[in-house]
């Protein structure tokens, strides 16, 4: 079994999502959404590496997944989005963890089959795939959907296959 993360970077909201991964069978963990507020960027910035980090060593994960940023009209809206995305790849690679990189299309197709899914779908899909599971929100839904996706293309897998064979 292998333990993943998934990380939706935001400023503002980073959703957060651990499953277990034994073979095929997924199982939800935990799921919930770092929360910033205020003006300063640097103490936002910190906020969320500071929550990040408490999640990271409550649940104890093996590998963590990022969602890609993609690149939108607001220059500087980008621009802010990818240091929140540099601290979601850092606190999981300062904990030793490998950290797989994917495309909102390609998670979106993985989860729900279609690369252009909205909310709603990767929502549905997510609770079909993990039964049982209280969504945090829209954003702790996305990390959820990451996970689902980095189990699926093999990072969890390859991770644990890795792990059992430097025991043997």
Known sequence: ???VIGIDPGLKNTGWGVIDVAGSKLSHVANGTCVSDGSDL???LLSLHSQLSAVIAR????AAA???TFVNKDGAGTLKLGQARGIAMLVPAQAGLPVGEYSPNTVKKTVV???HADKVQVQYMVRLQLPGVELNGPDAAD???IAICHAHHGGASSFAAAVERARA
Do not use: D, H
């Not at 649940?59 to 093996?62: E, I, K, N």
């Open 113 to 115: 089959g279609a690369g």
């Open 59 to 62: 649940y104890r994960p093996q």
């Open 42 to 44: 640097a103490m936002r």
């Open 1 to 3: 079994m292998i333990r």
């Open 143 to 145: 990390a959820l959907a």
């Open 66 to 68: 990022v969602e890609q």
